[in-house]
């Protein structure tokens, strides 16, 4: 019993909200490293990109609530999801269209293009406060928990209850889907497998037919489409707050290269390095040994790594170690 | 050799729109917000000189002005404030001797394993080993030491106090301090290319302000450190000099504008009197043959290594010379606001907007950083009225009863952040070399 309760301690404080959190990660990681791995350059915007969907998506949900539709016990926000895909993905290839292409067809060095994108950050982050204004939104309009600590307990007699929110299962349902669909699409269809071999060796694959501008287009396609969801599940599980997704930028960034930056599997596994690390390392384990072990021999202060004020600092100090012993990433992705 | 100032009059247009400029919003708002936009604009064009000598000379991509602005702020803490004498009697005392051991021992372990360990398992078992020793020591010396400094006198000092120096002293020793951090983040860091540089320094600059925020005992962290002492003189006791009296009468001036126009008058010659020192010492540096080679190097990196330039050593060189500038330049801005406010350090007004500066005036000129660096943060100041405006004329078939455009005003303020992307998209698109072009060199 004891051990189990310690278990579930585990659940309900890391493994569920590291799995959001790590998600929500991995899906920002996953479009930086596509936009790095076509376009060659780090794209600071990505942040912004993913406030932009959040934006949209909470605006057209105060559309459709005005129209009095709901799908309760789901949030609306999952209606209105495909279309502010549809706005972020014009959104993104408008960008290109006018802030990227002109250095890509000039071949500037990709410096130039990462402050293009600061550039493009700073404009979005206008836009977005003069369109939403600064303050924080709940999006989350369903229902709240799907089983809540005190119900769990009730169930089960454990001293320690699990909580699952909606916001997070969804979270977590969603993000499995997107990335079964971006796999699919890489490794499957024509349009993938051109994206994979421009990104590889881009003379080699302009020489056999590819078109450039059609591989573009897509990435951004995916780009736009991978941060909408991630911008949207972000503010559906916390709240929807523009500020902080700025500083989400550096954690993607984290999770991106310390998967390798340029492998979207590593991508995956870099934004859930960063999540459960976060977690664990500023999680108190004293209640936790005090289920495995006599009280006796329980030392005394608190069982914590770093206090939780370090908890967003945890990945910058990731991110700083991986780039200097291992700028290559878990998976071998490529080196700037 | 051309080396003046004044003798480069090709320059002297801008800076005359420049003053132009100031001169239009001291007559139409007023004197006091002109001379506090320019002394903001002579630290952002220091800033920028320091960004400029690093990106525009040598090629090194730093985003990490914002820590090293901050550690240039906490410098100014730390020499003008008062001592806090309760706690140098024996907390803060012991952390410093461990502090100092730790650093001492750490380097003395590592030339040992050089000598002594081969094998890579005893070296990690060791490093295990000392990490967990360490982790002891915080426990049960730290803590207890940083709990004493931070419950003495929580609500007015809770920290280890300053050394209770003239806070001008603290400029050149910030620019030290900040020369030492470079040294170590460019000796980690440098090796790194581009976007990895400019990834890795942005964090290592969000780190350096995780930990200013969150460690109350060496500069009360969140909760501010407030009045810190000034160069020159009060407000107050201008207001009971008898000659300002006088003077306040024959320009029909009351006292108390006439009063805060001197302080700012004085904080603006002391900033004029420091950029011009960086400036000219910088544009010695850049004319003679080391300028050349920092060329060379940024030009092309393989050759200039060919030709027997050790990469290595100068983009450290710079790097530290560069971040110093900024360090000077963070403490001036503490003593200029008097208060030393962590919570205020974010990435978008330190280290892009200070970017924005560098790019659209100029890189590689070191005219163009300040001139970029006035145009700038005067846009940045005025940008609000200019949205205003921009609103007014979007909507203007609309009512003044409108929601929308009643709407649309009241988030005018985040419209500076707004045009200030679309100058910098503009800029790197139409001219790229910003307002004032490197010089051409033979």
């Avoid at chain 2, 090293?68 to 906490?74: D, M, Q």
């Avoid at chain 2, 609103?391 to 005003?409: G, V």
Wanted: charged share 15%; proline share 3%; hydrophobic share 50%.
């Amino acid at each position: 019993m004891e051990i189990i309760n310690a278990f579930a301690l585990i659940i309900n404080y890391i493994i569920i909200p590291g799995l959001t959190y790590g998600c929500q990660l991995a899906l920002g990681a996953l479009g930086v490293t596509i936009i790095y791995t076509v376009l060659r350059f780090s794209n600071f915007a990505h942040g912004e990109l993913m406030s932009f969907g959040a934006m949209t998506s909470i605006l057209i949900t105060w559309i459709i609530s005005y129209f009095g539709i709901s799908i309760f016990p789901l949030p609306t926000v999952i209606l209105a999801l495909p279309i502010s895909i549809l706005i972020t993905i014009s959104y993104c290839l408008l960008i290109d269209k006018y802030c990227f292409k002109y250095h890509r067809k000039k071949n500037s060095k990709n410096v130039i293009s990462l402050i293009v994108s600061i550039g493009v950050m700073f404009f979005t982050s206008g836009l977005i406060r003069v369109l939403i204004g600064p303050n924080d939104r709940t999006i989350n309009d369903g229902e709240r928990f799907i089983i809540s600590a005190r119900k769990f307990k009730e169930i089960t007699g454990l001293t320690e209850g699990i909580s699952l929110k909606l916001s997070q299962s969804i979270t977590i349902i969603v993000s499995i889907i997107a990335v079964v669909l971006l796999f699919w699409f890489l490794n499957k269809t024509k349009t993938g497998k051109s994206m994979r071999a421009y990104s590889d060796n881009k003379d080699l694959a302009l020489l056999s037919g590819i078109k450039t501008e059609n591989v573009i287009f897509y990435t951004w396609l995916i780009t736009g489409t991978l941060a909408c969801i991630a911008g949207t599940l972000y503010g559906l599980d916390k709240s929807y707050k523009p500020f902080t997704y700025l500083q989400l930028v550096l954690p993607i960034f984290a999770a991106a290269i310390v998967g390798g930056i340029g492998n979207p599997v590593g991508a995956i596994i870099g934004g859930f390095v960063i999540s459960f690390s976060e977690l664990l390392i500023t999680f108190s384990y004293n209640k936790f040994l005090s289920y495995l072990i006599p009280i006796n021999f329980l030392p005394e202060g608190s069982l914590q790594l770093l206090s939780t004020d370090y908890k967003i600092a945890i990945s910058f100090i990731i991110l700083v170690l991986v780039l200097i012993l291992r700028p290559t990433g878990i998976y071998k992705g490529k080196l700037l | 050799m051309k080396t003046d100032f004044f003798s480069e009059k090709k320059y002297i247009n801008a800076y005359l729109v420049c003053a132009f400029l100031f001169l239009l919003v001291g007559l139409f708002q007023s004197w006091n917000v002109a001379f506090s936009i320019l002394n903001l604009c002579l630290i952002s064009a220091i800033m920028s000189i320091g960004i400029n000598i690093q990106w525009g000379n040598s090629g090194i991509v730093n985003f990490g002005v914002m820590g090293f602005a901050a550690i240039g702020g906490l410098c100014g803490v730390l020499i003008s404030m008062p001592p806090t004498l309760e706690v140098w009697k024996d907390g803060t005392a012991v952390i410093l001797i461990i502090l100092f051991s730790f650093l001492v021992s750490g380097i003395l372990i590592k030339k040992f394993w050089k000598i002594f360990v081969h094998n890579k398992y005893i070296k990690i078992l060791l490093s295990i080993i000392i990490i967990l020793f360490s982790l002891y020591l915080i426990k049960s010396i730290f803590i207890p030491s940083i709990n004493f400094i931070e419950n003495t006198n929580s609500v007015k000092t809770g920290y280890i106090g300053g050394l209770n120096l003239p806070i001008i002293l603290s400029w050149p020793i910030a620019g030290l301090f900040c020369g030492v951090i470079a040294f170590l983040i460019g000796k980690i860091a440098l090796g790194l290319r581009s976007d990895y540089l400019a990834i890795a320094t942005l964090g290592i600059s969000e780190i350096i302000i995780y930990i200013i925020k969150n460690e109350e005992w060496l500069a009360r962290g969140v909760k501010n450190v407030n009045g810190l002492p000034r160069p020159v003189p009060y407000e107050i006791d201008l207001q009971k000099n008898e000659f300002i009296q006088i003077l306040s009468n024959t320009l029909n001036l009351s006292v108390i504008e006439l009063s805060s126009l001197i302080v700012k008058g004085l904080y603006s010659i002391l900033f004029i009197l420091v950029l011009l020192i960086i400036f000219f010492l910088l544009q010695k540096a850049i004319k003679s043959p080391w300028g050349r080679m920092m060329r060379a190097l940024r030009d092309n990196e393989i050759s200039a290594e060919a030709m027997g330039i050790n990469v290595k050593k100068r983009h450290l060189q710079v790097f530290i010379i560069g971040s110093a500038i900024i360090g000077i330049s963070g403490a001036m801005l503490t003593t200029l606001d008097g208060q030393f406010t962590p919570s205020s350090y974010q990435p978008l007004r330190y280290t892009f907007l200070i970017w924005i500066m560098v790019i659209i005036g100029g890189s590689g000129n070191n005219h163009g950083a300040i001139i970029g660096g006035f145009a700038i943060w005067f846009f940045w100041i005025q940008a609000e009225p200019i949205g205003i405006f921009l609103i007014e004329l979007i909507t203007i078939f609309l009512s003044d009863q409108n929601e929308m455009k009643s709407y649309l005003l009241n988030h005018a303020a985040y419209m500076r952040l707004l045009l200030m992307g679309l100058v910098l998209i503009l800029a790197l698109r139409f001219f790229p070399k910003g307002i004032i072009e490197e010089e051409k060199r033979l």
